[in-house]
C-alpha cells in the first residue's frame, strides 16, 4: 500500500513537473511574440511620423492651389460659362479633397498619440485567429 501511495505521488509529481515545463515554455514563446509585437509597433510609429508631416504638406500645397483658383475666379478674366463652371467645380473638388486629407491627417495623429488602439487590435485579432484555430484543430470549426 505504501509502495502504491509512493508511486502515485511520484507519478502526480512528474505530471505536474511537465505540465509546469509546458506553462513555462508557451510562456516563454508569448514573451517572444510579444517583444515581436512591441518592436514591430515601433517600426510602425516610425513610419507613421513621415506620412503625418507628408499629409501636412499636401495640405499646404491644396491650400495653396484653392487660394491660386480663387485668385483667377475672382480676377477680371473673361471666362465663358463653362469655363467658370470647370473652375467652380474644381475648387468644390479640391475642397472634398481637402476635408478627406484633414480627417485622414487627423487618424494619422490619433494613431501616433495612442498606439494603444493598434495595439488592442492587433491583440484581439491575434486572439480571434487562435480560437478560430483551436476550434478548427478541435473539428468544431464554424460553417462560412
Known sequence: MAKTLKDLFLALLNATLILLAICLFLGWKLAQSVDTLRAGFTENMQLIAPLRDQAQGIRGELAA??????TLRGQNVQLDGVARQQLTSALKRLNALEDKLEN??????????TPEDLID?????????????ILVIRGCAPTS
Do not use: C, G, V
Not at 485622414?104 to 498619440?113: K, W
Open 65 to 70: 492651389l484653392r487660394s491660386d483658383l480663387d
Open 104 to 113: 485622414t491627417q487627423a487618424r494619422l495623429a490619433n494613431l501616433a498619440e
Open 121 to 133: 487590435y492587433a491583440i484581439t485579432t491575434s486572439a480571434d485567429s487562435i480560437a478560430d484555430r
